[in-house]
């Protein structure tokens, strides 16, 4: 049987799945080693010829079978460190998902998102995953500026965010890629455009995909200048009605002071009125995160919400006025320096949006 005959066979494999669960991970384990047919039937495949089957249904034209075999992929990634496969198929599923990437669906498009940032953390810090990264980068910034659908969005900020955490050294490169999150919440316009305000699920996301990619980069290397903007453009997100919003502008911070570059805004060369612009900034964003770790629960308030929120900026006013940082204490904006050997634990932080889960390890 040619290899079209193949993948027809896999098509109709994944199509009889049970189409009732159309959410997002829609693929059952396999952790029996079996897949769904119709009717009573069980087709008995290992975890190995099931995801080489997902790989070669993704060639199929129909989206449907497309998303069940990339929903397949995640669900074998998750329950198994799939390190053999990767070495196979790598490439393979690479350019697929990249193929899946420039399409409509956004789901497809979440699904795709996901299985390269997994490809990506079982690849592993070197050579594969830098070009893994150079790759992705651009059609993923292509569909970023194709649209904003904030779930497809998410997708692929977090997406980018693990390629650049994981592949390549270059600063400069990191660099390029927080530009391209910031722009989506903060646009270089020009004349006569109107600017669309983004909304906070869309700047939540931007910020803790920003956050992440900055833990990985030497502070050092970046403009005094933009860290003084982008500072003070976080500030302004911590006065923001949304919680989410606050939180995350928070755990960027976090990552800020941590990092020991709100320290080194000034120095004895600025002028007068900058030394007094930066130390004001400096004095406004601690007593922004003192007034959010007490600030009081009003009517509606979930207080589940408020208190994840307290606990954040409790512990950020606590590093930032005590010289000791407890890392008990603050384990919320403590960040990782290596990438988690486990991909199936970030897995699951990226499947439900939440990054900063993976970066607090």
């Given at each position: 049987m040619g290899k079209r005959g193949s993948q027809r066979k896999n098509s109709a494999l994944l199509d009889r799945e049970d189409d009732e669960d159309d959410s997002f991970g829609s693929a059952r384990s396999d952790?029996?080693?079996y897949l769904r047919s119709s009717g009573a039937d069980m087709v008995e495949l290992n975890r190995d010829d099931?995801?080489?089957h997902a790989v070669d249904a993704l060639y199929e034209k129909r989206g449907s079978t497309r998303e069940k075999a990339l929903?397949?992929?995640?669900e074998g990634f998750k329950s198994h460190v799939q390190i053999e496969f990767v070495e196979k198929q790598s490439a393979t599923l690479l350019h697929q998902c990249l193929s899946s990437v420039k399409r409509v669906s956004v789901r497809e498009i979440a699904l795709a998102s996901h299985v390269i940032g997994l490809l990506a953390l079982t690849v592993g810090c070197g050579a594969n995953a830098n070009e893994i990264f150079e790759e992705s980068l651009?059609?993923?910034?292509?569909?970023?500026?194709?649209g904003i659908e904030v779930s497809k969005t998410a997708a692929l900020l977090e997406c980018l965010a693990i390629v650049r955490f994981v592949g390549g050294n270059d600063p400069k490169e990191k660099e390029k890629s927080m530009q391209l999150m910031w722009q989506l919440i903060r646009p270089k316009l020009g004349p006569n455009v109107v600017a669309v305000k983004p909304s906070p699920a869309l700047i939540s996301a931007v910020v803790t995909a920003w956050a992440f990619v900055l833990t990985s980069i030497d502070g050092n290397s970046c403009d005094p200048k933009q860290w003084q903007e982008t500072v003070s453009h976080l500030s302004t997100l911590l006065d923001k009605d949304n919680r989410s919003v606050r939180i995350a502008a928070g755990e960027a911070l976090a990552v800020i002071f941590e990092m020991g570059r709100l320290d080194k805004f000034s120095s004895a060369d600025d002028g007068p009125c900058e030394f007094s612009h930066i130390q004001g900034l400096k004095r406004k964003v601690v007593d922004q995160i003192r007034d959010l770790s007490m600030e009081a629960g009003g009517k509606g308030t979930v207080k589940k919400d408020l208190n994840n929120q307290r606990n954040l900026f409790r512990?950020?006013?606590?590093?930032?006025?005590?010289?000791d940082f407890d890392k008990d204490r603050g384990r919320n904006i403590e960040h990782i320096d290596v990438v988690p050997t486990d991909p199936a634990e970030l897995s699951e932080a990226i499947s439900r949006g939440r990054l900063r889960e993976a970066r607090a390890g």
């Open positions: 952790r029996s080693g099931m995801l080489d929903a397949a992929i995640i651009p059609p993923i910034s292509q569909a970023l500026k194709s512990n950020i006013l606590a590093y930032v006025e005590s010289a």
